[in-house]
């Protein structure tokens, strides 16, 4: 025990007066133990609440998903035995001719199916509900080669029935960003949509390396999924971008096949659309005369591209362009391309080359049978003096010149091979082998004024 200073008496005040009571802290501590139960008390509730409302709802779209399946089970069975009136009583629009369309397929699947040309296997690859709407893709076999189709169902107060499709049902809207083709879908078509803006990114890209259009305004692909709308250009977006259009190959009637999804007819069709338009931007929309000799090279060049595109090249029908890469470069192909002109004709490939037209090493093939064919086209249309011009004015042609004007429906010759070498005289000329009427016949060209004209 000591003296205690006055310093030390006022701090113990101090403190006495700032310290808390031990009981009030208690209490403090049990209130916030007790928030923090309650707190965490609701959150498993509304969690639970949650979980039980989700449980609730898949429960819900599992059933409804189970009788959409046994719906389309139902209608796949009454197709495969064959009962029209359970088929039928599936069916349900207000539009009469819809249902006799049902009616007319229901008949054509029974027919295919007694040929053994269908097999109605039942198994559905995907479904799907939005509110009252369902849509399944069923696959069914043709042939031994499977396909998908897409239905759609309403549900009715007495369950799902068939009713016509729906194209706004079609999954949500997507788009890929390639590096020279933006695609644009719906989620039904992603497959396709993913397939086609590989192959078109890769054409667009070769196609104006080619041709020279470098500068052409940016390209979408837009699937749509209308089978009443055409496949081709939409000029409304133009000119700040080009679009396609392409209508899904799941929205036509008789379906697609699962087994490929971009198929080789359409694929050939898209690849023309897309190298005819890269010719067109290459020219700037050059216009010739359908019957010219440049309107025949440029539809050789753009039916020869579309057929690279596609790995499709024909030597039948696209020897010319391709004997011109092989010979010549593919670089002589954009040359000749940006040298056209509406005036212009078949000699324009020797200017390119710097070469005397008939020594290059080209397939002819195709070339001579547009002349044999334009003969009766300008004879149709009664252009008698442009028909005369293609022939050699030499009066020896005279008499085989006027057997063909005399006989304007006559078919034409089609050319099988075409030999050139110089005639008695030094001239450049080629025999061509043809058949006409099963029959064969020889037609000769001579090489005059920088062209070939006809003799034979």
Not at 116 to 145: C, F, N, S, Y
Not at 321 to 338: C, E, F, H, W
Request: charged share 25%.
């Amino acid at each position: 025990m000591g003296i205690k200073l006055d310093w030390q008496i006022e701090a113990e005040r101090v403190y006495e007066r700032s310290g808390e009571d031990p009981s009030a802290r208690r209490q403090r501590y049990r209130q916030r133990l007790q928030l923090i139960f309650f707190t965490v008390g609701v959150m498993l509730g509304i969690g639970g609440l949650a979980a039980a409302v989700m449980i609730r709802l898949n429960t819900v779209d599992n059933a409804l998903k189970q009788s959409l399946s046994e719906t389309v089970h139902a209608e796949i069975s009454a197709l495969r035995i064959g009962s029209y009136t359970d088929f039928m009583a599936l069916q349900r629009s207000a539009d009469r001719y819809w249902l006799e369309l049902q009616d007319a397929r229901y008949q054509d699947y029974q027919t295919k199916k007694e040929a053994g040309a269908v097999e109605l296997v039942g198994h559905i690859v995907d479904a799907t509900i939005d509110g009252q709407r369902g849509r399944v893709v069923i696959e069914e076999v043709r042939e031994g080669t499977p396909y998908h189709l897409v239905w759609f169902y309403w549900r009715y107060t007495d369950g799902w029935r068939h009713v016509p499709s729906d194209y706004t049902f079609w999954g949500d809207p997507a788009e890929i960003m390639g590096t020279q083709v933006t695609v644009q879908y719906n989620t039904l078509d992603q497959a396709f949509a993913k397939e086609l803006a590989d192959q078109v990114d890769r054409w667009w890209a070769d196609g104006c390396a080619l041709l020279d259009c470098k500068d052409a305004p940016p390209l979408t692909i837009h699937i749509i999924s209308n089978p009443l709308k055409q496949m081709g250009w939409d000029v409304s977006t133009e000119p700040k971008r080009l679009t396609f259009i392409v209508v899904s190959p799941l929205a036509a009637a008789d379906g697609t096949r699962a087994d490929v999804v971009l198929s080789e007819s359409l694929a050939s069709q898209i690849a023309l659309s897309i190298a005819d338009r890269q010719f067109s931007l290459a020219t700037h929309g050059l216009e010739l005369d359908d019957t010219s000799d440049v309107a025949w090279l440029k539809q050789a060049i753009i039916n020869w591209l579309a057929a690279d595109f596609t790995n499709q090249v024909d030597l039948n029908a696209n020897g010319f362009v391709q004997s011109l890469k092989d010979n010549y470069g593919a670089a002589s192909i954009g040359q000749m391309v940006r040298a056209l002109t509406r005036d212009a004709d078949i000699s324009v490939v020797g200017l390119v080359l710097n070469q005397s037209l008939p020594t290059l090493r080209l397939d002819w093939r195709s070339f001579f049978q547009h002349r044999l064919d334009v003969e009766k086209t300008l004879l149709a249309e009664s252009r008698v003096d442009e028909f005369s011009r293609l022939w050699d004015g030499d009066d020896a042609t005279r008499p085989a010149k006027n057997a063909r004007l005399n006989n304007p429906t006559m078919p034409s010759p089609q050319v099988q091979v075409v030999a050139i070498s110089p005639d008695a005289n030094n001239v450049m000329t080629a025999i061509i082998q043809a058949t006409l009427n099963d029959q064969q016949v020889l037609v000769m060209f001579r090489f005059v004024g920088g062209t070939w004209k006809r003799i034979s």
